[in-house]
């Protein structure tokens, strides 16, 4: 009689702690979107591949040296304009030097929240891309899927964590 009250006893507790979801990592999923076609304007997409409402543009491009790293020789110097974004929390999108095949030279973030509010309403900003080689420098693209969510993994926390989170950001040598 004694054993089959602890088993009932231990089994209540192994409920309760699977329905908190501190017991394992039961029911915390973490899933990567997929990366979505580079361009020079794009729609921005969430992290399940939907539109944002928000057009990323880069605007134009040009290789010149950074006013303060004159030394290091010419650079990306580009300017980038987001539509229908908010100025205070809007999205971020991964900005890319690439050469002639579409090959990542150099690639950083580029956030609308950063971006300075122009007359029509769109947000305009400017960046340097460091490449090692700028003559082999063909156009600036941008990624569509929206850097800015900063969600949780399961690693991190097993109870509150999970769910869809965008892809890795695009680095030197990713073909886009």
């Given at each position: 009689m004694f054993p089959a009250r602890i088993l009932a006893g231990a089994l209540s507790a192994l409920v309760?702690?699977?329905?908190?979801?501190?017991s394992s990592r039961w029911g915390c999923t973490d899933t990567t979107a997929e990366r979505g076609e580079a361009g020079v304007r794009v729609e921005?997409?969430?992290?399940?591949?939907?539109?944002l409402g928000v057009a990323a543009e880069v605007v134009d491009w040009r290789l010149e040296p950074h006013p303060q790293a004159r030394s290091r020789g010419d650079q990306v110097h580009f300017r980038y304009r987001f539509d229908g974004a908010d100025e205070i929390s809007g999205p971020a999108v991964d900005a890319c030097a690439v050469d002639e095949?579409?090959?990542a030279l150099g690639c950083q973030t580029v956030s609308?929240?950063?971006?300075?509010?122009?007359?029509?309403?769109?947000?305009?900003?400017?960046?340097?891309?460091?490449?090692?080689?700028?003559?082999?420098?063909?156009?600036?693209?941008?990624?569509?899927?929206?850097?800015?969510?900063?969600?949780?993994?399961?690693?991190?926390?097993?109870?509150?964590?999970?769910?869809?989170?965008?892809p890795e950001p695009a680095g030197r040598g990713d073909q886009l």
């Open positions: 309760i702690l699977a329905l908190s979801g501190c921005v997409e969430d992290t399940s591949g939907r539109s095949k579409r090959v609308s929240s950063v971006a300075r509010p122009w007359p029509d309403g769109g947000l305009t900003g400017d960046d340097w891309l460091v490449v090692e080689h700028p003559e082999q420098v063909a156009g600036v693209l941008l990624i569509p899927n929206d850097q800015s969510y900063v969600g949780r993994t399961c690693e991190q926390d097993i109870k509150d964590g999970g769910g869809p989170h965008p």
